[in-house]
């Protein structure tokens, strides 16, 4: 998806907008992200802690996958440009450039523009207060929602995906890697960056690594310890030649 690019951006989680969405106790859509108003209304609802409003804050989990993207780019010559979601337009999607986008639209709401171009969507449990992995059209064996069995600090099972979608904006080759949670995301992030992991992983669905594709997805099942991922592997996927 990168060819001979460049450059590519790396779009980070942004931390404020998610903790801003908490304090209201509403979901967000991209409209009013991009209005910026939120950013006022955020300052007012934290005016003893300024600081926490005006700098951008990610989570650690998408600054590690960052990272890891970043270092395998850099090794094929593309430059990476990383910052936050907040630093996106939308004529970013227009260009060449490829973007990646680092968490769903919950944290990341430039991932609502491919949403009803996904199968494997992220998305919030609001009754049990968790994230979880909803597959639009579930084929047998399957199951409608995958949700995490526990919270972080026990062992349990989370979801992630990895999506390459169509653009439905512009020209822009785009990559999306979140999870269900922290360590769901790093370990989608892991593989992501694992080339010859991701070959291996390809060619038992019988996908040619080397071949060109419409569109792919990938979900993938971890297990998780004590905030960290200890195994992940990929449980469904969809692709379009």
Not at 92 to 104: A, H, T, W, Y
Not at 190 to 215: C, H, N, W, Y
Request: aromatic letters at 6%; glycine letters at 4%; charged letters at 20%.
């Amino acid at each position: 998806m990168f060819g001979h690019s460049t450059e590519a951006r790396i779009a980070m989680t942004d931390g404020n907008f998610t903790m801003h969405k908490f304090l209201n106790r509403r979901e967000m859509a991209l409209t009013e992200y991009t209005s910026a108003r939120w950013l006022w209304d955020f300052r007012s609802q934290v005016p003893q802690v300024i600081p926490l409003a005006v700098t951008a804050y990610t989570s650690v989990a998408s600054a590690v996958t960052a990272v890891r993207i970043g270092s395998l780019l850099e090794r094929a010559g593309c430059t990476p440009l990383i910052g936050t979601s907040r630093n996106l337009q939308l004529r970013d999607f227009k260009e060449d450039r490829p973007i990646v986008l680092l968490g769903s639209a919950p944290s990341n709401p430039w991932v609502e523009l491919f949403d009803d171009r996904l199968n494997f969507v992220i998305d919030n449990d609001i009754e049990n207060r968790i994230q979880r992995c909803r597959n639009r059209s579930p084929r047998t064996g399957e199951q409608t929602f995958y949700s995490q069995e526990h919270t972080t600090n026990v062992p349990g099972v989370a979801y992630a995906i990895i999506s390459a979608p169509s653009n439905p904006v512009g020209k822009a080759p785009v990559l999306i890697i979140a999870g269900t949670n922290a360590e769901a995301t790093e370990a989608a992030g892991e593989l992501a960056a694992d080339l010859p992991r991701m070959a291996r992983e390809l060619r038992q669905m019988g996908i040619d690594p080397e071949s060109k594709v419409t569109q792919l997805e990938l979900l993938i099942r971890v297990q998780h310890l004590n905030d960290t991922p200890s195994r992940s592997e990929v449980i469904a996927h969809r692709v379009t030649r």
